[in-house]
């Protein structure tokens, strides 16, 4: 018989005991076995990232305000409302979309926003709006143009990033780049020589606009921005230095104007020597390099209470020959042609009822222009004459008189 081992038989009963209290507790709920850590992926450079892939908070944007700042060199401009200067990018091309990212973005950080900015006086509420930036924030934008600022303005009021890289410029308070004006001539088979910038882009003048004074604004100035300055502007050969001048617009702007006609760009011209806007609702037309609207003439005969029939153009305004000129050459220039505007052509005239067709001809101006003739008299309009049938140029100086329909002048 053998021997009792105390150890072992507190050893057994114990193990009696705990079997006996795990097969009466509940049954614990096993433990997730850890999600293997896989070796990291580069993300793809085009196709999206799988559903699980964590994706990057797009940037905060701000309560912005705008308002609108000054100094003596620039006139007038944007700034945010703690008085930073804000910038546009002319390569920014497409309307309202941005195209500056990555070291672009870190030099000129755009103006991302958080609900509805605050306006300041001057600023417009029209041209405010904005554009989504391909990491999902929101940038905003006037008159189309999105908005930045530039990384070395340090303090309100800096414009240091005005003309680096003569595309970034300050803004105007309706939405325009601000910037030197330059003017050349440009020319093409169809038009012959007319007004441009120095990128070429093409200019034009508006017939409802009256000397010196713009009347496009709002969705006018959107499809048709004026052509701003700061300081003189530099012009090229061909271009008339008596016949530059400026506007102030209503935001004080400086517009540039050429023989007192106010110039624009249009939006839908693209590249250097374009010219869609030619002729957009007979109301724009591109600009000689005197200052004169290059478009086709007409002429036809209407018959007025006080000095019966006279020659007109097409809309019935009325025309003049200037005794000074010598057959088929004309002598107004300058001053003379600022007040007496030429009837310019391109191509043959077309030639209404009672109109001569063998008294119609063409001068050459100085600028290479054509000017209609009748008769061998070179025709003008006159400056204060603002609608058909006003004839408030006959007899002025006893040099100016109306056009028979014979072609004589009517003294």
């Known amino acids: 018989m053998f021997a009792r081992n105390p150890l072992r038989i507190s050893a057994v009963l114990l193990l009696i005991v705990v079997v006996s209290l795990a097969a009466c507790a509940p049954a614990a709920t096993p433990a997730p076995a850890p999600a293997p850590i896989s070796a990291p992926v580069a993300a793809p450079t085009s196709a999206p990232a799988p559903a699980n892939t964590p994706v990057a908070a797009a940037p905060m944007g701000k309560a912005v305000t705008l308002q609108i700042a000054q100094n003596d060199a620039l006139g007038k401009f ?33 103006l991302l926003i958080e609900g509805q900015p605050t306006l300041k006086d001057g600023v417009s509420t029209t041209a405010i709006s904005t554009t989504v930036r391909t990491d999902g924030s929101i940038q905003v934008t006037y008159n189309g ?23 970034w410029w300050v803004v105007s308070g309706e939405g325009n780049p601000i910037k030197p004006a330059a003017l050349q001539l440009t020319s093409n088979d169809k038009l012959g020589k007319f007004l441009a910038d120095d990128a ?47 506007t102030v617009r209503k935001d004080g702007s400086v517009q540039l104007t050429y023989n007192g006609w106010p110039l624009y760009y249009y939006f839908k011209d693209k590249a250097a020597g374009d ?16 200052g004169n609207m290059i478009k086709p003439a007409t002429l036809a005969i209407t018959t007025t209470d006080k000095l019966g ?20 050459t004309t002598n107004c220039y300058d001053k003379c042609e600022q007040a007496w505007p030429p009837l310019l052509t391109l191509g043959q005239p077309t030639l209404g009822d009672g109109t001569t067709a063998a008294l119609v001809g063409s001068t050459q101006r100085k600028d290479g222009t054509m000017q209609v003739t009748y008769n061998g008299l070179p025709l003008y309009y006159y400056i204060k004459d603002h609608a058909a049938g006003d004839t408030t140029g006959q007899g002025v100086g006893t040099v100016w008189y109306v056009v028979t329909p014979d072609g004589q002048a009517m003294k």
């Not at 700034?79 to 030099?107: E, H, I, P, W």
């Not at 999105?146 to 595309?167: E, N």
């Not at 806007?277 to 005197?290: C, D, F, L, R, T």
């Open 309 to 328: 029939k006279i020659v007109v153009d097409g809309d019935g305004r009325t025309l003049y020959m200037f005794t000074k000129d010598t057959k088929d």
């Open 145 to 167: 143009w999105p908005l930045y600022y530039y990384a070395k303005d340090a303090a309100a009021g800096d414009t240091t990033g005005q003309a680096v890289g003569k595309v």
């Open 200 to 246: 070429g882009m093409t200019l034009y003048l508006f017939t409802k606009d009256t000397p010196s004074v713009t009347n496009c604004y709002d969705k006018c100035e959107q499809a048709w921005p004026p052509l701003l300055t700061a300081g003189q502007p530099t012009l090229g050969d061909g271009v008339s230095t008596s016949a530059i001048s400026t």
């Open 275 to 290: 010219t869609t806007g030619q002729a957009v609702g007979k109301v724009w037309w591109v600009v000689s390099g005197e």
């Open 78 to 110: 944007l700034a945010d409302g703690d008085g930073r200067t804000l910038y546009l990018f002319t390569k920014d091309t497409t309307k309202g979309v941005s195209s500056c990212y990555d070291k672009c973005a870190q030099a000129w950080p755009p």
